[in-house]
Structure formats: C-alpha cells, structure tokens
C-alpha cells in the first residue's frame, strides 16, 4: 500500500464524521461547479474522499466515476450511495492514472481538495486533459498555503514525519494557474472560497 494510501485509509473514519467546517462556501463551490454540469454528462471525480459532493452533484449530471486512492474512503462512499439511494455514482477505488480510465471519455473531471496533494502536480493535470474530451471542463478547488507565507512549507514535511499529515504542496494562485494553462486549459471561471485559507475555485475548458 502507499504512503497516501495508508494515511488516508487511518483518517477515513473521522472524515467521515467531520462536518463540512466552512457551509457557506462549500455552498458556493458547489453552486459554482452546477452551473457547469449537464444532465448529459459523463463526470469522473479524482480524490472523492467519503463521497458527500459526488453523491450532492449526483442529480445534476448523467453518471460519475469518483474514485479516490484510499479503500476505506470508497467503502465509506459506497455505503452512504445505498443509504441515500443514489444509483448513478460509481464509486472505485483507483487513482487518476488508472489504467482503466479511457482516454477522451469524459464530459468533467471533477477534483476538490486534491491537486496540492500531488507530488507532481503539472503531471497530474496533463493526466486530466487527456481523459477529457474536446472542450471538456476541469472543475477544481484547491488550497494555496504559500499565499500564507512560509510557515506551511516549514510545519507540514514536520507533521508529514510525524505522521499527522500527508504529502502537501504549498502552492501560490498563480502557480496553480500556470500549471493549469500549461497543460492545454483555458480558465473561464475562478473564485476564492474561501479567501482564507485561500481555497482557489477553478473551471477550466480543454482547448
Ligand atoms: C482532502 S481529501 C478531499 C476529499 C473530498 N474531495 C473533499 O473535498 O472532501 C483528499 C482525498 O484525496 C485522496 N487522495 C490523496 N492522494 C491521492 C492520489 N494520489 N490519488 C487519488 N486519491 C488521492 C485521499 O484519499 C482523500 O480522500
């Protein structure tokens, strides 16, 4: 098992019954990301976690795939899909680079809180492009912590080594942004929610 495995499997659990710390812009990720969504979309979620936003944005598209690295969180989501009922999200148990994930296939790929968890990030977003179709939209937010200075980058590989965190990079906006035009986006809609810690909402359409 990984390393990002092993600690995501240890904190499912309390995860799962942490509750969404910040309603109010949570809300607004979520009104942000419907208005991008069609009732014909093909929509592959990366890092779903318990799957709260997949099973949410459930009624809003065709079908989901969320998958997440962690087995625990899947069976976390899973059993809250039967609970609620939903019938159209998958939840899988895999990573973004999957080999079973087809190239071009997809109407959204959906990734909250999950980009700065990527030792390669720039890789990771070519990775999203390619299973996009033409004009297909990357829906992502995703914390900044080096808008906040140095102090992450010096606390967080302490904390790593100590097991209370995973691999985080402290990522400026306008790196984020770079990378994500550098893989073949262009950007049609970003937001801060919340400003502090700055969580930076994007979509982003494949050319
Ligand atoms: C901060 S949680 C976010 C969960 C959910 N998206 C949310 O917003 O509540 C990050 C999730 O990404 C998953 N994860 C971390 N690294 C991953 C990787 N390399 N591939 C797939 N999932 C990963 C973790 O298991 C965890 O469930």
Redesign the pocket.
């Known amino acids: 098992m990984s390393d990002?495995?092993r600690f995501?499997d240890k904190f499912a659990l309390k995860?799962s019954k942490k509750p969404v710390k910040d309603m109010e812009n949570y809300d607004k990720t979520l009104d942000r990301a419907r208005n991008h969504l069609s009732g014909s979309d093909e929509v592959l979620e990366?890092?779903?976690?318990t799957g709260?936003?997949a099973l949410i944005l459930a009624p809003s598209v065709k079908e989901i795939i969320a998958?997440?690295?962690?087995s625990r969180?899947i069976e976390i989501a899973k059993e809250k899909a039967v609970h609620q009922q939903v019938e159209n999200v998958r939840f899988d148990h895999a990573?973004?680079f999957d080999e079973n994930l087809e190239e071009g296939s997809f109407d959204v790929v959906m990734a909250?809180?999950?980009l700065h968890?990527?030792e390669d990030i720039p890789v990771g977003v070519r990775r999203v492009n390619d299973l996009l179709k033409p004009g297909g939209r990357f829906i992502s937010k995703t914390i900044c912590l080096r808008e906040q200075g140095r102090r992450w980058g010096i606390l967080l590989p302490i904390m790593k080594r100590l097991g209370f965190a995973?691999y985080v990079k402290c990522l400026k906006v306008a790196e984020l942004e770079e990378i994500i035009t550098s893989a073949g986006f262009e950007i049609v809609e970003r937001g801060l929610y919340p400003p502090s810690p700055p969580c930076r909402f994007i979509v982003a359409r494949r050319s």
Not at 46 to 49: E, M, N, P, R
Not at 67 to 70: G, K, L, Q
């Open positions: 990002p495995a995501w995860y990366v890092g779903c976690g709260t936003t998958s997440d690295i962690s969180m990573t973004l909250f809180n999950f968890l990527l995973p």
